[in-house]
């Protein structure tokens, strides 16, 4: 038993380690443009860019990938009002870790934009999916990526990324699709953005959306495109292991509300 002990309190030292280094590089990185970590019930943006959320509902913090996530219940988002998502973007990249407890419905993780000009992260009937649109009051048909997700009771990051005419969806740092767009970049627009939910109005996809059920950690906002190289560093089979069992066993230490 004390074995066994000495060897988890190891595992554990390590996959804080590793999940310190990893955030602190990201922090280094000059396009991140929002980064929420969930370690408080306030959405706050520890970027050092001051671009808060307001928070819509009443989020339960529990043991996470990286110290606490947000248990979102089906009643909880996030608006992010802030100018930069309004603006265009050339490049524009999304990542977080999920853990979603319902895959069969409509479940928005990030949309910024509208059916207009937009780029939009959802679950929809057991398929992640991926959408950008651009740039026409006529409602255009979007752009989509769509893949099969199981969900299951692992920890996952998933990556949407658009630049160059391009679309990219990882799922642990492998490409799980990619689309070639008509438009070298997404146009300014007046609906800003939303964690767990739409903005308000409608989505890329054309339509409306709905609240995203499960756990959320490290969601982060940059104006770059991230390539497969730096998002697998995150979920290095090693380093995936560490910080899965780093939640588990928290989990099983730490009173929560799952």
Not at 21 to 28: H, V, Y
């Amino acid at each position: 038993m004390l074995i066994v002990e000495n060897r988890m309190r190891a595992l554990l030292s390590l996959a804080a380690i590793v999940a310190c280094a990893l955030t602190a590089q990201a922090q280094d990185d000059a396009a991140l443009e929002l980064h929420l970590d969930f370690e408080s019930d306030e959405a706050a943006d520890v970027s050092g860019n001051g671009r808060d959320g307001a928070v819509v509902g009443a989020p339960t913090v529990v043991p996470g990938v990286v110290g606490d996530a947000w248990e979102f219940d089906g009643g909880l988002q996030i608006d992010l009002n802030d100018q930069l998502f309004k603006d265009p973007d050339r490049e524009l990249s999304v990542r977080v870790w999920l853990l979603p407890s319902d895959l069969d419905t409509m479940r928005t993780i990030y949309d910024e934009g509208g059916a207009w000009t937009g780029f939009t992260v959802r679950i929809m009937d057991g398929a992640l999916e991926f959408a950008t649109v651009c740039c026409d009051a006529a409602h255009p048909p979007p752009e989509v990526i769509s893949v099969d997700y199981t969900g299951g009771d692992e920890w996952a990051e998933v990556a949407a990324v658009f630049g160059q005419g391009q679309m990219l969806l990882y799922v642990n740092g492998l490409v799980v699709g990619e689309q070639a767009t008509d438009w070298a970049e997404l146009g300014g627009h007046g609906q800003a953005a939303g964690i767990g939910n739409i903005s308000p109005g409608d989505t890329a996809f054309g339509g409306g959306g709905g609240f995203y059920v499960g756990l959320m950690d490290e969601f982060r906002v940059y104006s770059r495109m991230l390539d497969a190289e730096e998002l697998s560093l995150s979920v290095d089979p090693m380093a995936s292991d560490m910080v899965t069992m780093w939640a588990r066993v928290r989990a099983a230490t730490t009173p929560t509300t799952w």
